[in-house]
C-alpha cells in the first residue's frame, strides 16, 4: 500500500532535494566518505521499503508502452528526460548515489576485498550497447520485460522464492570486486547518462595544483581519464580520486571556475 500511493511522489520528490543538495555539497568539498555512504544508505533503503526511485526499471516501461502503476505514460517519459538532461549540468548525481540500483552496488564496493581495476572500459560499453538494443527489441517487438531477468524487481521486493532474486544477488557478489557491473552493463538508463554526462558543464576536474601524476585515474575505479574530461561520462561521482590526492588537486568544478 505504501509503495502504490506515494513511491511515485517520494522518489522524483527525493531526486530532485537529492541533486540541489549533493550539487551544493560537492561544490562546497563536503562530501566526506561519510556523507557518501549515508547518502547511498538511504537511497538503497528506499529501494527496498517503496521500489523507488527506480527510474532505469521505468524506462523499460517506457518501451514496454505504460507508464508506472498504471500512471500517464508521459509523466513518467518527462521524469526520465530531465533526469537525463541533468546529467548535462551536474554530471551523474542520480546514477552515483540517489539510484537504490546503484546504491547497493556501491555499498558493496566499499567492503574491502580484491577489487578488479582495469580498462574493461570499452569491453563494458560494448556490451551495455547490445543490452540495451536486445531491451528495446524484446520490450518492442516481443512485449518482453527482459531487465527482469537481471532480478531487480524481485531482490528489492525480497522475493527470495524468484530465482531472479538470486540473480541480482550474484551481481551485488560481483560488485564486491568489479566496480558497479550492472550499472556498466545493463542498465538502460545508465548508457543514455554515460552519453549525455560526456557534456555536462559541473564534473570532476583538476585545478593548478595538479602535477599531472595520474595517480587520481590510477583510483579510478572505472579508470576514468580525469586529466580529460571530455571523456569522463563515466564517472559515478564516487570521488575516490579526491580522496586520494595529494596535492588537493582533484575537484568538481565547472567550465569557468
Same mark, same amino acid.
Given at each position: +500500500?505504501?509503495?502504490?500511493?506515494?513511491?511515485?511522489?517520494?522518489?522524483? /520528490?527525493?531526486?530532485?532535494?537529492?541533486?540541489?543538495? /549533493?550539487?551544493?555539497?560537492?561544490?562546497?568539498?563536503?562530501?566526506?566518505?561519510?556523507?557518501?555512504?549515508?547518502?547511498?544508505?538511504?537511497?538503497?533503503?528506499?529501494?527496498?521499503?517503496?521500489?523507488?526511485? +527506480?527510474?532505469?526499471?521505468?524506462?523499460?516501461?517506457?518501451?514496454?508502452? @505504460?507508464?508506472?502503476?498504471?500512471?500517464?505514460?508521459?509523466?513518467?517519459?518527462?521524469?526520465?528526460?530531465?533526469?537525463?538532461?541533468?546529467?548535462?549540468?551536474?554530471?551523474?548525481?542520480?546514477?552515483?548515489?540517489?539510484?537504490?540500483?546503484?546504491?547497493?552496488?556501491?555499498?558493496?564496493?566499499?567492503?574491502?576485498?580484491?577489487?578488479?581495476?582495469? @580498462?574493461?572500459?570499452?569491453?563494458?560499453?560494448?556490451?551495455? !550497447?547490445?543490452?540495451?538494443?536486445?531491451?528495446?527489441?524484446?520490450?518492442?517487438?516481443?512485449?518482453?520485460?527482459? /531487465?527482469?531477468?537481471?532480478?531487480?524487481?524481485?531482490?528489492?521486493?525480497?522475493?527470495?522464492? !524468484?530465482?531472479?532474486?538470486?540473480?541480482?544477488?550474484?551481481?551485488?557478489?560481483?560488485?564486491?570486486?568489479?566496480?558497479?557491473?550492472?550499472? @556498466?552493463?545493463?542498465?538502460?538508463?545508465?548508457?543514455?547518462?554515460?552519453? !549525455?554526462?560526456?557534456?555536462?558543464?559541473?564534473?570532476?576536474?583538476?585545478?593548478?595544483?595538479?602535477?599531472?601524476?595520474?595517480?587520481?585515474?590510477?583510483?579510478?575505479?572505472?579508470?576514468?581519464?580525469?586529466?580529460?574530461?571530455?571523456?569522463?561520462?563515466?564517472?559515478?561521482?564516487?570521488?575516490?580520486?579526491?580522496?586520494?590526492?595529494?596535492?588537493?588537486?582533484?575537484?568538481? @568544478?565547472?567550465?569557468?571556475?
Amino acid at each position: +500500500m505504501f509503495e502504490e500511493h506515494i513511491s511515485m511522489v517520494i522518489g522524483p /520528490l527525493y531526486v530532485i532535494i537529492g541533486t540541489v543538495a /549533493l550539487f551544493l555539497m560537492l561544490r562546497a568539498g563536503n562530501m566526506r566518505r561519510p556523507a557518501r555512504i549515508t547518502v547511498l544508505i538511504v537511497s538503497a533503503i528506499l529501494g527496498f521499503l517503496a521500489f523507488t526511485p +527506480m527510474f532505469p526499471v521505468q524506462f523499460q516501461q517506457l518501451l514496454l508502452g @505504460r507508464g508506472p502503476e498504471d500512471r500517464p505514460i508521459i509523466a513518467a517519459a518527462a521524469i526520465i528526460l530531465l533526469l537525463v538532461l541533468s546529467t548535462i549540468a551536474v554530471g551523474r548525481i542520480f546514477c552515483g548515489y540517489l539510484c537504490p540500483i546503484g546504491a547497493v552496488q556501491e555499498l558493496m564496493y566499499f567492503i574491502p576485498s580484491k577489487k578488479l581495476i582495469g @580498462r574493461y572500459g570499452r569491453i563494458f560499453s560494448i556490451a551495455r !550497447s547490445i543490452v540495451f538494443v536486445a531491451l528495446i527489441m524484446s520490450a518492442v517487438f516481443g512485449g518482453i520485460a527482459l /531487465l527482469e531477468w537481471a532480478g531487480v524487481t524481485a531482490f528489492f521486493h525480497l522475493r527470495t522464492r !524468484s530465482p531472479f532474486f538470486y540473480i541480482f544477488a550474484a551481481i551485488l557478489i560481483v560488485s564486491l570486486f568489479l566496480y558497479r557491473p550492472f550499472c @556498466r552493463i545493463a542498465c538502460p538508463l545508465g548508457l543514455l547518462m554515460s552519453w !549525455s554526462s560526456r557534456l555536462n558543464f559541473f564534473k570532476i576536474r583538476t585545478g593548478s595544483a595538479c602535477t599531472n601524476c595520474t595517480f587520481c585515474e590510477k583510483q579510478c575505479p572505472t579508470q576514468t581519464a580525469i586529466l580529460a574530461p571530455d571523456r569522463s561520462g563515466e564517472c559515478y561521482l564516487c570521488l575516490r580520486c579526491a580522496d586520494k590526492c595529494n596535492q588537493d588537486a582533484v575537484v568538481y @568544478r565547472g567550465r569557468k571556475d
